[in-house]
């Protein structure tokens, strides 16, 4: 059974840092890509990043690019995204989404649960 | 403002059917797949249809997607109360080199 655990979400200020955590069991983790969407309250889903299985390729939203960065260990099949220069419109909650295949753009075929972050002072 | 456009809600009686609609250009749902994906608020989004028109095992022939140009329509028949969720669609923009999904459309099941 595919499972993602999210964890790192919390209560940051304003040009804070937070690093979120998505724990991957139930599937080869190293033969997928790997993304990040997000909610923000009251409104759609918003794609975030991807990874590629090998971690060599990455892509952002323009909202986030030059802020955000995304990783992977998969040692310990764990995704990563590194929140820098949080601002008020980063508030949202979290989702970890397995794409497809191993090449990021595909379609997000498991998703986590989610962990909510809340910028502000 | 979302790349891809959605009604934001549609509503219909129980039994009836209801289609979603979403639109979007050239570098996104013209040359790309088109997936569908069910989410009821506090819950992990749910995938419901993938490919423009595929259906993951242990989701019901009653949703089913379809893709025209630059437009694709997620179906809904035989509708039952447990379908009232936030509706997306989804694809990848080759343009904009980023995933994107359309802003969401609120079932109600009357």
């Known amino acids: 059974e595919v499972q993602l655990l999210e964890s790192g979400g919390g209560l940051e200020q304003p040009g804070g840092s937070l690093r979120l955590a998505c724990a991957a069991s139930?599937?080869?983790?190293?033969?997928?890509?790997m993304n990040w969407v997000r909610q923000a309250p009251g409104k759609g889903l918003e794609w975030v990043s991807s990874?590629?299985?090998?971690?060599?390729?990455?892509y952002y939203a323009d909202s986030v690019k030059g802020r955000f960065t995304i990783s992977r260990d998969n040692s310990k099949n764990t995704l990563y995204l590194q929140m820098n220069s949080l601002r008020a419109d980063d508030t949202a909650v979290y989702f970890c989404?397995?794409?497809?295949?191993?090449?990021?753009?595909?379609?997000?075929?498991?998703w986590g649960q989610g962990t909510l972050v809340t910028v502000s002072s | 403002q979302s790349v891809l456009t959605q009604p934001p809600s549609v509503s219909a009686a129980p039994g009836q059917t209801v289609t979603i609609s979403c639109s979007g250009g050239?570098?996104?749902?013209?040359?790309?797949?088109v997936s569908w994906y069910q989410h009821l608020p506090g819950t992990a989004p749910k995938l419901l249809i993938y490919e423009n028109d595929q259906r993951p095992s242990g989701i019901p022939d009653r949703f089913s997607g379809s893709k025209s140009g630059t437009s694709a329509t997620l179906a809904i028949t035989g509708l039952q109360t447990g379908d009232e969720a936030d509706y997306y669609c989804?694809?990848?923009?080759?343009?904009?080199?980023?995933?994107?999904f359309g802003g969401g459309t609120k079932l109600t099941v009357l």
């Open positions: 050239d570098s996104s749902i013209d040359n790309n797949y």
């Open positions: 990874i590629s299985g090998s971690g060599i390729t990455t």
């Open positions: 139930g599937f080869t983790f190293h033969s997928y890509a």
């Open positions: 989404a397995k794409d497809a295949n191993f090449w990021s753009g595909a379609y997000f075929d498991y």
């Open positions: 989804g694809t990848w923009d080759s343009s904009l080199i980023s995933g994107v």
